[in-house]
T-cell receptor
Framework: GQQLNQSPQSMFIQEGEDVSMNCTSS?????WLWYKQDPGEGPVLLIA???AGELTSNGRLTAQFGITRKDSFLNISASIPSDVGIYFC??????????????WGLGTSLGVNP | DGGITQSPKYLFRKEGQNVTLSCEQN?????MYWYRQDPGQGLRLIYY???????QKGDIAEGYSVSREKKESFPLTVTSAQKNPTAFYLC??????????FGNGTRLTVT
């Protein structure tokens, strides 16, 4: 079946540092989504990507849809304590048709030392 | 404000009992989904419904049942047939193929 590899699994950084995480798939995707989940809450959509090469920002967050269509990156600049949480990528393969076919990464747990 | 409401936030049950988790949305979304989240396993799809009175099994439907009698509501029943019911359950909805919008989850503990 299709696999999504998300890395790193976890990271701890100092407040103010930039952080980068990525997801790679074994097959071509036509949609990449990035969500953030706070402890005990549901995931919240950060950025949605729909075109290869697309680079989209949301405040201090920037995500890119890889040219090969098999990867995506999320960067957070100038981290702050409220960035703490688990970041998930999710992708939908070409011709998948609907959200039922979303494939999820296992998440990157981010800790920020103030 | 529009959103998805899951209740209760925490639920405790004895083994062998069925339990129903509530999910209500006022976003006018057609599609609704139930996911299960376990540590280190990401999100796994249990059931989904694209329209009222219709629903489909996801990847891990065994031991679960759902109904979709109203557009706004998609309750999930965890039956005694589910071998490992303790988990964090997330309900989501979407309009067409737009990204999923999640509720804040119900943590079920079965002892």
């Amino acid at each position: 079946g299709q696999q999504l590899n998300q890395s790193p699994q976890s990271m701890f950084i100092q407040e103010g540092e930039d952080v980068s995480m990525n997801c790679t798939s074994s097959s071509i995707f036509n949609t990449w989504l990035w969500y953030k989940q706070d402890p005990g809450e549901g995931p919240v959509l950060l950025i949605a990507l729909y075109k290869a090469g697309e680079l989209t920002s949301n405040g201090r967050l920037t995500a890119q849809f890889g040219i090969t269509r098999k990867d995506s990156f999320l960067n957070i600049s100038a981290s702050i304590p409220s960035d703490v949480g688990i970041y998930f990528c999710a992708g939908q393969a070409r011709n998948a048709g609907n959200n039922r076919k979303l494939i999820w990464g296992l998440g990157t747990s981010l800790g920020v030392n103030p | 404000d529009g959103g998805i409401t899951q209740s209760p936030k925490y639920l405790f049950r004895k083994e062998g009992q069925n339990v129903t988790l509530s999910c209500e949305q006022n976003l006018n979304h057609d599609a609704m989904y139930w996911y299960r989240q376990d540590p280190g396993q990401g999100l796994r799809l249990i059931y989904y419904s694209q329209i009222v009175n219709d629903f489909q099994k996801g990847d891990i439907a065994e031991g679960y049942s759902v109904s979709r009698e109203k557009k706004e509501s998609f309750p999930l029943t965890v039956t005694s047939a589910q071998k490992n019911p303790t988990a964090f359950y997330l309900c989501a909805s979407s309009k067409g193929n737009s990204p999923l919008h999640f509720g804040n989850g119900t943590r079920l503990t079965v002892t």
